[in-house]
C-alpha cells in the first residue's frame, strides 16, 4: 500500500517533526530530534498562510492496483 499526501502547514506542530527539532524542548543530539536545520520557531501556519497563499498540489497519473502491477519492472 502507498499513502500519498500533501502537507502545507501544521497547526499541532508547525511541521517541526519534519526538519527541525521536535519536541522543541530535546536535544538535536538525541537520536531521532534533530530532523534537519530548520529553526524551532519556523512554519507558523499564519506565516505560511500569509506568504504562500497561492500554492496548490495536482495529483495527475494517478495509478492503482496490486504492488507490481501498476509500472514496468526493469
Not at 497547526?11 to 517541526?16: A, C, D, K, Q
Not at 536545520?37 to 506568504?51: K, L, R, Y
Amino acid at each position: 500500500m502507498v499513502l500519498v499526501m500533501s502537507l502545507w502547514d501544521d497547526h499541532y506542530s508547525n511541521m517541526l517533526w519534519l526538519d527541525s527539532t521536535y519536541p522543541t524542548d530535546a536535544s538535536p543530539d538525541e537520536p531521532g530530534k534533530g530532523r534537519g536545520t530548520c529553526e524551532t520557531s519556523s512554519g507558523v501556519p499564519s506565516d505560511i498562510e500569509a506568504s504562500q497563499a497561492s500554492n496548490q498540489v495536482i495529483y495527475s497519473n494517478i495509478k492503482f492496483g496490486p504492488i507490481g502491477s501498476t509500472f514496468k519492472q526493469p
